[in-house]
């Protein structure tokens, strides 16, 4: 009798309780408030990816990914609360979807020993993984995207900027600031002049800013907004009569609520990004198939192929993959924060890889190291065309001026590293 | 004319025309004021809720359909059909007058009596409130709003200062359009309140509650009456707002933009929340354009605030608001 009780109490308890072996990845979402617009497909593409995995393949490594939501409203407090009120239940990874977020969060995950993988967003400098030991952000970071652009326009002017003029409207946060260190060399670099032209947030109103453009006639324009800042800007760019072609954004001030609102005025407008656009690939088949047909789609299912759904089924499959080598450089599926850890720090994603997830070109290939949380950071340019209503690769995934990030990821993590006495490592 | 000067006046048109559309978003949070002596925050939610239903009702969106569509496993998303812009301004004119009766019947007739700032934390409430609906009756997406408004640059203006200044002034079709429609909101407002019997009526309500009623004003219609014209001035607002960027949850952000003309123009005038939008509007994109360059720039926000401010310590109770005299 006490057998059959005790019994009984175990199978209570093990139906009770979360499934032990479980890979638990939170996802910090915002689908409410003012920046939902861009939280929600994002959010979608990163749930579908281990729905996808769960449904088709049994999970990662035969086990299944348990996906905990938590909504932050892009809020960085409600951020830091979804870490804490998340991290116990045996979180593998954070991927917050946010700077201000991640900021918080860099001290919070190394003392915890989980990684932090922020993806063309968060603190650049922590692509010197010599002082930040849990921070990767593969496969290009802020620096890079305004290298990009700066590169992407070089090739449009045979090589020459000198005496050009470029303006850079910015969200005037941590996030919009972040490009004009590298602006301010790459102009000494290439003889550009630079202007600056703050937005405050939320970015409704930006009269004064394109009335300076308008008067100033900059030759290109680069912005670094997000929200509504994009939309707005990209409609006063089109009141001006501003040239889109010689508008570029960064990869948040790319996506398809960006420019529809502005209509055929918009056509032209490009953005830089680190992953392929549009549906077209393999993967995309097995996610209607296995996740939206069956009704486990996270939103509605009408958002595959969007950039920022793309996006995030991206950043979900760079994290599937580290789990799969820490899984198998462990021998075992149930894997640790730590080992997740250690396989980022030396993940490779070659296009072999890609093309066998269904997914061929769809980002630049790369690999980690343990003084590299960055990779190479190479960044291609998409276009927007009104006509279709799609975003289109217009340029290869290109190198980016290592001469100059370097110098400045190095001197800022030094400063970091003083300033938390971080004993530097991968000596 | 030296060239400085041509910008700025240039800025100061176009000061003048951003005036306008913060004084469209401050006239709600006026009337209901002055009727009730409520600060509604929920007005700058009101502007998106107005604006969402609008084009929800354009495109034949079907509301609440992601709870519909989970709740019962269908997966309907559009009636198949669209509305005509002037149609679906009245339908959305009903909705809002429908809002205005929920308000009074289930939040505010329950408060009569209360302390002011009771009544404030309930429109806290009521705006949280009213972004959950949106979003569940209309999704969260970025919508594209199309009543026929023109936008872009005013080419007659562009040529004609050209001729005269060598340089063409940039004034967008959109703040034309929107200076007519609030001038007309602005005259009719005036005009209702001035010759009409309810118009009448929501005055002696304003002046003192227990008075209007004991002559056999009824509170209950005044105040629906006062959020139905609240809700219409929302939705020009909506509409003006929400063709410049899109329809999106930022745009309930608007009401920041009012509250500096609130404190500059009174809480209780209509022509105080012109002024005060225009004295704002050109003050704060002269200051960007003059001092702007010099501190850094993104100056609009605060100064807009500053500028109230200084008024303030002049006229507490703002350029055109009653001044409270309480003997004791």
């Known amino acids: 009798m006490k057998t059959k009780l005790a019994t009984l109490a175990l199978g209570a308890l093990m139906a009770a309780g979360p499934a032990l072996a479980d890979l638990v990845i939170p996802s910090l979402s915002y689908r409410t408030g003012p920046y939902a617009a861009g939280g929600i497909p994002f959010a979608d593409g990163y749930a579908d990816y281990f729905t996808l995995l769960n449904e088709r393949d049994g999970g990662i490594g035969d086990v299944p990914v348990n996906l905990i939501e938590c909504e932050t409203g892009y809020n960085t407090e409600k951020g830091v609360e979804c870490y804490e009120s998340t991290k116990g239940e045996g979180a593998l990874i954070y991927q917050p979807l946010s700077t201000g977020i991640t900021y918080q969060l860099i001290p919070k995950v190394t003392a915890d020993d989980i990684p932090l993988h922020t993806m063309g967003y968060g603190r650049t400098s922590a692509r010197n993984g010599k002082v930040f030991s849990h921070v990767f952000n593969y496969p290009a970071n802020y620096w890079d995207g305004a290298s990009g652009a700066v590169n992407y326009l070089l090739d449009e002017n045979g090589g020459d900027l000198n005496g050009k003029k470029i303006a850079l409207v910015y969200h005037n946060s941590a996030y919009g600031k972040e490009p004009i260190r590298t602006l301010e060399e790459l102009s000494k670099k290439h003889g550009f002049e630079l202007s600056l032209l703050p937005v405050d947030h939320p970015g409704q109103e930006q009269k004064s800013q394109w009335l300076q453009i308008r008067r100033e006639k900059p030759d290109y324009v680069l912005m670094w907004g997000w929200g509504v800042m994009n939309q707005v800007a990209i409609q006063e760019a089109a009141n001006i009569r501003f040239p889109m072609e010689n508008f570029i954004g960064v990869w948040w001030s790319g996506a398809q609520h960006d420019v529809l609102p502005a209509g055929d005025k918009a056509n032209g407008y490009k953005a830089v990004t680190f992953h392929a656009v549009g549906d077209d690939f393999p993967v995309f088949e097995d996610i209607k198939t296995h996740v939206v047909d069956t009704g486990k789609a996270a939103g509605a299912g009408d958002q595959i192929g969007t950039v920022l759904y793309n996006r995030g089924l991206y950043s979900a499959m760079l994290a599937a993959e580290a789990i799969k080598d820490a899984q198998a450089a462990n021998g075992t599926g149930d894997i640790t924060p730590g080992m997740l850890r250690d396989a980022m720090e030396q993940l490779n994603i070659s296009e072999e890889r890609m093309a066998a997830l269904g997914m061929p070109n769809f980002g630049p290939t790369f690999q980690v190291s343990c003084d590299n949380h960055g990779g190479p950071g190479l960044v291609g340019v998409s276009q927007w065309d009104a006509g279709t209503k799609t975003w289109n690769l217009i340029s290869d995934f290109k190198p980016t001026d290592g001469e100059v990030i370097g110098a400045l990821v190095e001197e800022d993590s030094s400063a970091y590293a003083a300033e938390n006495n971080v004993e530097p490592r991968c000596n | ?328």
């Open chain 2, 1 to 328: 004319m030296p060239e400085q000067l041509v910008f700025a006046m240039e800025v100061i048109l176009n000061g003048l025309m951003a005036g306008v559309l913060y004084a469209l978003v401050a006239l709600g949070f006026v009337l209901i004021y002055k009727a009730s002596g409520i600060f509604n925050y929920a007005q700058g939610v009101m502007a998106l809720f107005a604006a969402m239903t609008l084009v929800g009702i354009m495109n034949g969106q079907v509301p609440f359909a992601h709870l519909i569509n989970a709740t019962f496993g269908t997966h309907v998303h559009n009636f198949g059909w669209n509305v005509p812009a002037l149609l679906a301004i009245i339908l959305t004119m009903g909705v809002m007058v429908l809002l205005a009766w929920a308000v009074q019947r289930f939040v505010m007739r329950h408060l009569v009596g209360q302390e002011p700032i009771i009544l404030f934390m309930a429109t806290i409430g009521l705006a949280y409130f009213l972004e959950g609906v949106a979003d569940l009756m209309w999704g969260s997406e970025i919508k594209t709003l199309n009543v026929g408004l023109p936008q872009g640059i005013n080419l007659w203006i562009d040529e004609t200062t050209f001729n005269i200044f060598d340089y063409g002034f940039f004034i967008d079709n959109l703040d034309i359009v929107a200076t007519i429609i609030a001038a007309l909101l602005v005259a009719a407002l005036v005009a209702f309140s001035q010759y009409t019997k309810q118009g009448r009526a929501m005055r002696a309500v304003a002046d003192d509650h227990q008075a209007a009623l004991s002559v056999g004003i009824s509170l209950n219609f005044i105040w629906i009456m006062v959020w139905s014209v609240a809700g219409f001035v929302a939705l020009v607002a909506g509409i003006m707002w929400g063709t410049k960027s899109g329809v999106q949850f930022s745009l309930s952000l608007i009401a920041l933009k009012a509250l500096p003309v609130l404190m500059l123009g009174g809480f209780t005038s209509i022509p105080g929340a012109i002024v005060g939008g225009l004295i704002i509007g050109v003050g704060e994109k002269l200051f960007e354009f003059a001092i702007g360059p010099l501190v850094g720039g993104a100056t609009e926000n605060w100064f807009a605030y500053v500028l109230a401010l200084i008024f303030l310590v002049f006229r507490p109770q703002g350029l055109f608001g009653e001044k409270i005299i309480e003997r004791v």
